[in-house]
T-cell receptor, first 110, second 114 residues
Framework: KQEVTQIPAALSVPEGENLVLNCSFT??????LQWFRQDPGKGLTSLLL?????REQTSGRLNASLDKSSGRSTLYIAASQPGDSATYLC?????????FGTGTRLTVIP | DAGVIQSPRHEVTEMGQEVTLRCKPI?????LFWYRQTMMRGLELLIY????????DSGMPEDRFSAKMPNASFSTLKIQPSEPRDSAVYFC????????????FGQGTRLTVV
């Protein structure tokens, strides 16, 4: 069964800093990997989807990388803003399922 | 598109009652997922439909849970009878084509069983 670990569990940074969130997974036979953000009491918002054949995907200030063979993905957030405060979840995908980690809770301090 | 729509947003019910959660996926999407989120276990897949057919229901906790997708625009998750340990946030998600494409989540239904 796919096991997903996200480190750190919580992160607090001052506004303007660049930061990296880490995701590792045990089964490299994935279709793709998706990053989400979840605000308190809300649903999941899709941020980026990286196909298994890709190494990187960018959207605005966000850049996600994928190293399938080593079972790792990172989400890089440039010039962080208070509005980036949320829980970030990675989800490697199998044939029938998106497998979720427990997330990294990010707080950006103004 | 309005996105994935779930109803109700909040549900409080007494133990033993039947609960029905509803989901309208994004138009044109052929895959639908039901997830449950708790503090202890995080997000867990309950059931996955492809083209209205249940493909993987291995995550359905027990016979008290059932899910249907009578057409491409509607799905239900039913719990009968409900128990306090069913209290959680239930999410519905849809994707254009199986797990190969981006999945979009609804706002969830927060269920409290007292």
């Amino acid at each position: 069964k796919q096991e997903v670990t996200q480190i750190p569990a919580a992160l607090s940074v001052p506004e303007g800093e660049n930061l990296v969130l880490n995701c590792s997974f045990t089964d490299s036979a994935i279709y793709n990997l998706q990053w989400f953000r979840q605000d308190p009491g809300k649903g999941l918002t899709s941020l980026l989807l990286i196909q298994s054949s890709q190494r990187e995907q960018t959207s605005g200030r966000l850049n996600a990388s994928l190293d399938k063979s080593s079972g790792r993905s990172t989400l890089y957030i440039a010039a962080s803003q208070p509005g980036d405060s949320a829980t970030y979840l990675c989800a490697p995908t199998g044939a029938n399922n998106l497998f979720f980690g427990t997330g990294t809770r990010l707080t950006v301090i103004p | 598109d309005a996105g994935v729509i779930q109803s109700p947003r909040h549900e409080v019910t007494e133990m033993g009652q039947e609960v029905t959660l509803r989901c309208k996926p994004i138009s044109g999407h052929n895959s639908l997922f039901w997830y449950r989120q708790t503090m202890m276990r995080g997000l867990e897949l309950l059931i996955y439909f492809n083209n209205n057919v249940p493909i993987d229901d291995s995550g359905m906790p027990e016979d008290r849970f059932s899910a249907k997708m009578p057409n491409a625009s509607f799905s239900t998750l039913k719990i009968q009878p409900s128990e306090p340990r069913d209290s959680a946030v239930y999410f519905c998600a849809s994707s254009l084509y199986q797990t190969n494409t981006e999945a979009f989540f609804g706002q969830g239904t927060r269920l409290t069983v007292v």
